[in-house]
């Protein structure tokens, strides 16, 4: 019989059903593919008044130590990946971990979108799973909604005009001096430092295995790096316009049983970020987890705010409208 102090604890162990649920959805998929799983989530959509604490960053590494620790690189890597993207430099940090982990034995899941960065990360892998419903992102760097590749292509336009018809001086100045001393400069590396990371990740792993990959790397490049071909960088890129691109991905409907057990993960994961406090989740088959908590914060006498669209899509009505801005980190132990 267990004491009062040894139920109590139990229960912690146990957690929610929430918790209870995602450890069962991603073990049966760890089961199925007899491979190691590592959910990656955000909650962008359901908290959009968190901003870039849900993107990816540099804290996002502790919660991937967490959840490798003590799994056998030997099996490989399923990663599942719902992500609106974030630093470029926590991007490369993380693909260069996981490579330290698993080598080229990494695949990635998309079961609705992994954005920018998060496009970055998928393209480290051999292979991309996607669905009819899913999407990747342009990998073009931001500074803050500034497009860096737009300001390099307004840029270049503004000297060709000038060149050839120097009476457009006066239209030109007061657009050019929005921009700071060095920008222009700073954009060309952010630009140059994207796609080089992107191409070398696609060359070492993806396409490891074909002769002279070289063209439809520049393609690959061009298509998710370009922002005068993506348009938008909120682009979403389904597995047709992926494929056709040139990016190894495979569709999730082949395999209706991996399907099954992919959205299903997806969905209490999904639900998760929805009905609780978790802006974050890092988790593994076996239950190790990292989840970052917004603590909410009522305000007296204030109405609670509207929901906002991001990316198009809806947040759902449940979800947290005022919280604190510092996150509230927990590593839970195993079940």
Known sequence: MSNWSELVRELGQLGS????????????????????????????LQKPELGNLSAVNDNDKNGLMTAINGLDPKKGLDLVLHTPGGDTAATESIVDYLWSKFGKNVRCFVPQMAMSAGTMIACSTKEIWMGKHSSLGPVDPQFGSIPAHGVLEEFERAYKEIIEDPRTVPIWQPILAKYPPAFIGECKKAVDWSNSLVGQWLKRNMFSRRKNPEETIATILRELGDHSVNFAHNRHLSFDKCKEIGLRVVELESDQDLQDKVLSVHHIYYHTLSSTNAFKIIQNHDGSAFILQAQPQIVVGQMPNRPQQVDGQQPPQNSPRQVEPAPMEIDAERP
């Not at 995602?22 to 989530?41: E, M, P, Q, S």
Request: charged share 30%; aromatic share 22%; proline share 0%.
């Open 17 to 44: 059903g929430y918790d209870i649920l995602r450890r069962k959805y991603t073990k049966d998929l760890a089961d199925y593919t007899g491979r190691n799983v590592i959910c990656y989530y955000s909650g962008w």
